[in-house]
Structure formats: C-alpha cells, structure tokens
C-alpha cells in the first residue's frame, strides 16, 4: 500500500513539473517579437493550393480605394474568345468596345479558325499605336481532344465548346474573362474583372443567370438535363479562375458529362457548364443580369431591375440580335461601335449611340434603353 501511495507522489510531482515548464515555456514565447520566414519557409507558404488564398492574377497590381476596403486592380487583365466561321467582325467590334472603355492594359487570348487568325491580324495591326500599346493579341490554333475533335468543333456553334478545354490549353494563365463574340463592352472590362474580388476561396467561376422570369425561361420549361438553380445560367460572359479549375479536375467532369447527356443537350458548351454547376453549386458566383443583357430581358418587358436602376454594362447580342431586324436597338448599338474610329470623340460616340436608339423607340428594348439614365458607363 505504501509503495502504491508513494508511486501517486511521485507521478503528481512529475505532472505539476511539467505544467510549471509549460507555463514558463508560453510566457517566454509571448515575450519574443513575430518570427521572420526564411526563404524555404517563405517558398512553402507561397506553394499553398491557390483554393486556400484570394484570387491571385499573376499580374502587377495597385490598391483603389473603394470605401474603408482596398481592392486590387490589375495592371493587365485578359479576355479570351473563340472565333470560327463568320464571326471575325463580331470580335473585332468586342475587341474595340472593350478598349474604347478600357485604359487597363488587356491582352487578348483568341482561339482561331485559319481565316479568322489572318482576318483579325490584318485589321489589328492598322490600328493606332497609342491603342496597340493598351493591348496584346494573343491568336492560338483551335484545339480539341484529338479522339473526338470533329465532334467537339460541331457542338452548337462552330469551335463553340472550345472554352471547355481552356484550363489544359492555358496552363500559364490564372485567370480569363471569356466572352462570346457576340458581346459588346458598355462599361470598362474591369468593373467585370474585379468581380474575382468578390468571389469566395471555393468558387471557380461567374456568369449570370440564364432569365429573371419563371414564365419565360427556358431551362425550367424545356431543358432535358440538369441545370443550374432555378432557371440555368448563361455562360456568355464568363469569369473563370483557370488555377481552381484545374485544381477541381474540370475536364475530367465535361467529357463524362457530354457522353451522358449528349442526346438531350441543346445550347451546347452552355448546358455543359449548367449541369457541372448543378451537381457543384457552391464553386459558382453569380453576377446580376446587367453584367449579360439580352433580348429577353426587354423584349415583352423588362425583367432585368439591376440594369433599369445601374444601366447596361454587357450588351450580349445572341440569336443574331446584332444583325437582323428583330431587335433593332441591339443593331443599332452594335452599327455605332463597328463605325467607330480609334481617336474619335467618346462624348460623340455616346450621342450617335442615343441618337440611333431614338430611332427604335417603337420597340420594347428600344423604348427601355432610351429611358436608361446613362447607357454607356465611361
């Protein structure tokens, strides 16, 4: 029994021993200044996932001030198409949108088709030095998974699903902002760009939502395969952190998605990235409808509230809307930029625009977007 009680002595000695070193040890430790990394420790840091940090761009970047918040801005942003068949005048009339609205350094990054590569360097290189030097033409062959390349290259619009694949084809870039050739920049490319900033450390991409109306969408009312939320995402202004995609496996998801649904797909690329969505809800940011406006959003009525109160910032020109006389203030928007020449008068670019839209006035659109209180946002 003796031995016994001695043995507890002796154990409870031990255990309040140690405390006591405990104790001095965190005391000391509190007194010390902050630890400065070494380099290996910094180049551990550095190497964490980018899933575990903010957007990072790879780019030189400043500080705005934008309330008591510091957002970065980047030095360069970059925009990237596809261009196949008959649309080189549509991406060049986006190119030039964005550069009249833009003092942000952009590079462009288009995957081209032969005559779309020769047409867009031919009408580039004309243009004024002092807008060549906001820019970079990056122009890449059009590139699909060599067993179904056919396939892909048919899938809706020519070279359309080529913006799938643009994780693997652009392992240098961080991020993107895609836009389908049929889109004109009302607004800076940046105040697009800066919703990475506003992103979560989970979500990969951003779009807008596909209709604003339960009546009139499409998704909920016909679409065969799943989608996103309640009436689907449409996918022709697109934010894209190209590093959180490739770290998800994105590619490794689209493939087995096209085989599966393959038969009951019809906007192509598009429901593609509706139905990774819906299974994957929380790696996507949705931006407000005026980031993407179209002709649903005003042909029957107005259904988009952020762009009556914010204005236009993406003029998105699906079904044609550009070119036929469906929707003539699309047209006549669209006519305003392409006539547009590099050194011209903003002021007066904004004046033609209105002027032309008075014309349409007849309209729904046109009627909503001559009563926008500012239409262009220089």
Same mark, same amino acid.
């Given at each position: 029994m003796a031995r016994r009680t001695k043995f507890f002595i002796r154990a409870g000695i031990f255990i309040s021993l140690l405390l006591v070193l405990w104790n001095f040890f965190w005391v000391f430790r509190l007194q010390q200044p902050d630890k400065i990394p070494t380099k290996i420790e910094s180049a551990l840091l550095s190497s964490v996932p980018q899933s575990m940090n903010d957007v990072e761009f790879h780019t030189p970047k400043k500080y705005l001030q934008h309330g008591n918040v510091p957002i970065e801005k980047p030095l360069e942003i970059?925009?990237?198409? /596809? /261009?196949?068949g008959n649309r080189t005048n549509e991406t060049i009339v986006m190119i030039k949108s964005a550069l009249i609205m833009s003092s942000t350094f952009i590079r462009f990054i288009l995957f081209a088709d032969e005559t779309a590569t020769s047409s867009l360097n031919g009408t580039v290189k004309l243009w004024p030095e002092n807008v060549l030097n906001r820019m970079s033409l990056d122009l890449r062959p059009i590139t699909f998974p060599a067993d179904k390349a056919e396939e892909w290259k048919k899938l809706f619009k020519p070279c359309a699903s080529q913006r799938l694949f643009?994780?693997? +084809?652009?392992?240098? /870039? #961080?991020? &993107? +902002?895609?836009? #389908?050739? #049929?889109?004109?920049?009302?607004?800076?490319?940046?105040? &697009?760009?800066? *919703?990475?900033?506003?992103?979560?450390?989970?979500?990969?991409?951003a779009v807008a939502p596909e209709h604003e109306d339960f009546s009139t969408g499409w998704y909920n009312r016909f679409a065969r *395969?799943?989608?996103?939320?309640?009436?689907? &995402? %449409?996918?022709?202004v697109m934010l894209m952190n190209l590093t959180r995609m490739r770290q998800f496996g994105w590619e490794k998801y689209v493939v087995p998605i096209y085989h599966e649904y393959k038969s009951k797909i019809v906007w192509g690329d598009q429901d593609i990235i509706n139905i990774v969505f819906h299974f994957h809800p929380e790696k996507l940011y949705v931006y407000p409808c005026h980031y993407n406006y179209r002709p649903d959003h005003c042909m029957y009525m107005s259904v988009c509230k952020t762009a009556e109160e914010q204005g236009i910032? &993406?003029?998105?020109? %699906?079904?044609?809307?550009? *070119?036929?006389?469906?929707q003539p203030a699309f047209k006549a928007i669209y006519a305003s930029i392409e006539q547009y020449s590099f050194g011209g008068d903003l002021p007066t670019l904004s004046n033609n625009i209105k002027e032309s839209l008075t014309k349409t006035v007849d309209t729904s659109c046109?009627?909503?977007?001559?009563?926008?209180?500012?239409?262009?946002?220089?």
């Amino acid at each position: 029994m003796a031995r016994r009680t001695k043995f507890f002595i002796r154990a409870g000695i031990f255990i309040s021993l140690l405390l006591v070193l405990w104790n001095f040890f965190w005391v000391f430790r509190l007194q010390q200044p902050d630890k400065i990394p070494t380099k290996i420790e910094s180049a551990l840091l550095s190497s964490v996932p980018q899933s575990m940090n903010d957007v990072e761009f790879h780019t030189p970047k400043k500080y705005l001030q934008h309330g008591n918040v510091p957002i970065e801005k980047p030095l360069e942003i970059h925009i990237a198409a /596809v /261009v196949c068949g008959n649309r080189t005048n549509e991406t060049i009339v986006m190119i030039k949108s964005a550069l009249i609205m833009s003092s942000t350094f952009i590079r462009f990054i288009l995957f081209a088709d032969e005559t779309a590569t020769s047409s867009l360097n031919g009408t580039v290189k004309l243009w004024p030095e002092n807008v060549l030097n906001r820019m970079s033409l990056d122009l890449r062959p059009i590139t699909f998974p060599a067993d179904k390349a056919e396939e892909w290259k048919k899938l809706f619009k020519p070279c359309a699903s080529q913006r799938l694949f643009l994780p693997s +084809l652009l392992q240098e /870039v #961080d991020s &993107v +902002l895609y836009m #389908d050739t #049929d889109t004109i920049f009302l607004t800076s490319p940046l105040q &697009v760009w800066e *919703h990475f900033n506003k992103m979560n450390k989970m979500q990969m991409a951003a779009v807008a939502p596909e209709h604003e109306d339960f009546s009139t969408g499409w998704y909920n009312r016909f679409a065969r *395969h799943p989608y996103y939320g309640n009436l689907g &995402v %449409n996918s022709g202004v697109m934010l894209m952190n190209l590093t959180r995609m490739r770290q998800f496996g994105w590619e490794k998801y689209v493939v087995p998605i096209y085989h599966e649904y393959k038969s009951k797909i019809v906007w192509g690329d598009q429901d593609i990235i509706n139905i990774v969505f819906h299974f994957h809800p929380e790696k996507l940011y949705v931006y407000p409808c005026h980031y993407n406006y179209r002709p649903d959003h005003c042909m029957y009525m107005s259904v988009c509230k952020t762009a009556e109160e914010q204005g236009i910032l &993406v003029l998105h020109g %699906n079904r044609g809307s550009f *070119h036929n006389m469906k929707q003539p203030a699309f047209k006549a928007i669209y006519a305003s930029i392409e006539q547009y020449s590099f050194g011209g008068d903003l002021p007066t670019l904004s004046n033609n625009i209105k002027e032309s839209l008075t014309k349409t006035v007849d309209t729904s659109c046109g009627k909503l977007m001559n009563s926008l209180p500012k239409l262009l946002k220089i």
